[in-house]
């Protein structure tokens, strides 16, 4: 009913505006502007990889950073590094975050499955440290859960990653699907 008395809705990507077009919005009330890293501060120039060890000879980082909320799926990423582990020697899921009460299932979780040396939690860290942190990864992760929001919902998480020349991989929803082909991302 709100966007009923808007002159001009502004959504962040494409499943946004077929939503509410749907719901009786007409289409060329809507433009998308999509959410998007800072340039500056995602920049792979301004942090390159340090050389150093051999990548068998150190660990295989994957990364999250964003709320640590049930929704985005984090225990389902700490089991699959349990089960993934001995198949990929050195795997460690680096977690950056503000901390949350989901945080303390999150550190029960990682405590039973005996993860501790390979889930490091992070805290918090500004946008520049979390730019330098991708720079050293391996691979970026959204393990969202599946929901309403998450199938249409595009993670500014994952042009960050992309922007920083790093794989990323992501759930099949359709907010992200209308942007990438299967062997895309």
């Excluded at 998007?36 to 150093?52: T, V, Y």
Aim: glycine letters at 4%.
């Amino acid at each position: 009913r709100s966007i009923a008395f808007a002159p001009q809705v502004v959504t962040p990507n494409l499943a946004f505006k077929e939503l509410f077009t749907s719901r009786s919005c007409a289409s060329e009330k809507i433009t998308t502007v999509m959410n998007s890293p800072e340039p500056a501060i995602f920049n792979p120039a301004r942090h390159p990889i340090a050389k150093g060890k051999p990548a068998a000879d150190r660990p295989f980082i994957l990364m999250y950073h964003g709320l640590l909320v049930e929704r985005h799926g984090l225990d389902l990423a700490i089991q699959a590094v349990a089960q993934l582990r001995r198949k990929i020697p050195g795997l460690q899921l680096h977690l950056y975050g503000e901390p949350t009460e989901y945080s303390d299932k999150i550190q029960a979780l990682v405590r039973a499955l005996n993860l501790e040396d390979a889930v490091k939690s992070h805290g918090f860290k500004p946008l520049d440290e979390i730019a330098e942190s991708i720079a050293a990864i391996d691979v970026g992760l959204i393990p969202n859960r599946s929901s309403s929001f998450t199938q249409i919902n595009f993670p500014t998480r994952v042009f960050e990653y992309l922007a920083m020349h790093k794989p990323v991989i992501v759930p099949k929803t359709k907010g992200i699907k209308e942007y990438f082909k299967d062997d895309e991302i």
